[in-house]
T-cell receptor
Framework: AQSVTQLDSHVSVSEGTPVLLRCNYS??????LFWYVQHPNKGLQLLLK??????LVKGINGFEAEFKKSETSFHLTKPSAHMSDAAEYFC??????????FGTGTRLQVFP | DTGVSQDPRHKITKRGQNVTFRCDPI?????LYWYRQTLGQGPEFLTY????????KSRLLSDRFSAERPKGSFSTLEIQRTEQGDSAMYLC??????????FGQGTRLTVV
């Protein structure tokens, strides 16, 4: 069985400061891991994906995530938050792209 | 627009009525997925198709739910005898085999 736990339901940062959104996963085999972002009234957009290649994955809009097997974590980071980053972020696990299992989401607020 | 298209975007129906949603995937994508998202939760997998074949159905998909993809292109999701608990955002996604899934903007169903 596979599952993901997003450790924070809400994260608030000031514009220009670093962002850290935490995700732990559980999988009985080597997982594929994803981060998706959902802006209000827009579809889910893929930020980045890990599929057993490099453990540090770079995505769009300056986001990156590091796969740490020993910690079963896949935290999402960005060095400097922008107002446009305010959205809901989902950590997702899957065997590949079949039957993606989503976390409950982290709402990111960015203050000026 | 060459993304995943869903219709309608919003649907309000009375309890007990039947509703049908349509999803048009990205044209060259052979896989099509349906997810359901309730308020404050991440999307939950319902079912997916590879071409016209329905390969997996979640236990969330009760007998009142049926999905089809008759020609391996667009798909429909029908809910019979709607209940208030069916109120949710219904998301469609498509992909090529073993590649990332692209999501539509969803159909928001409200059962009154």
């Amino acid at each position: 069985a596979q599952s993901v736990t997003q450790l924070d339901s809400h994260v608030s940062v000031s514009e220009g400061t670093p962002v850290l959104l935490r995700c732990n996963y559980s999988s009985s085999y080597s997982p594929s891991l994803f981060w998706y972002v959902q802006h209000p009234n827009k579809g889910l957009q893929l930020l980045l994906k890990y599929t057993s290649a490099a453990t540090l994955v770079k995505g769009i809009n300056g986001f990156e995530a590091e796969f740490k097997k020993s910690e079963t974590s896949f935290h999402l980071t960005k060095p400097s938050a922008h107002m446009s980053d305010a959205a809901e972020y989902f950590c997702v696990v899957g065997p590949n792209t079949d039957k993606l299992i989503f976390g409950t989401g982290t709402r990111l607020q960015v203050f000026p | 627009d060459t993304g995943v298209s869903q219709d309608p975007r919003h649907k309000i129906t009375k309890r007990g009525q039947n509703v049908t949603f349509r999803c048009d995937p990205i044209s060259e994508h052979n896989r099509l997925y349906w997810y359901r998202q309730t308020l404050g939760q991440g999307p939950e997998f319902l079912t997916y198709f590879q071409n016209e074949a329905q390969l997996e159905k979640s236990r969330l998909l009760s007998d009142r739910f049926s999905a089809e993809r008759p020609k391996g292109s667009f798909s429909t999701l029908e809910i019979q005898r709607t209940e208030q608990g069916d109120s949710a955002m219904y998301l469609c996604a498509s992909s090529k085999t073993n590649t990332e899934a692209f999501f539509g903007q969803g159909t928001r169903l409200t059962v009154v």
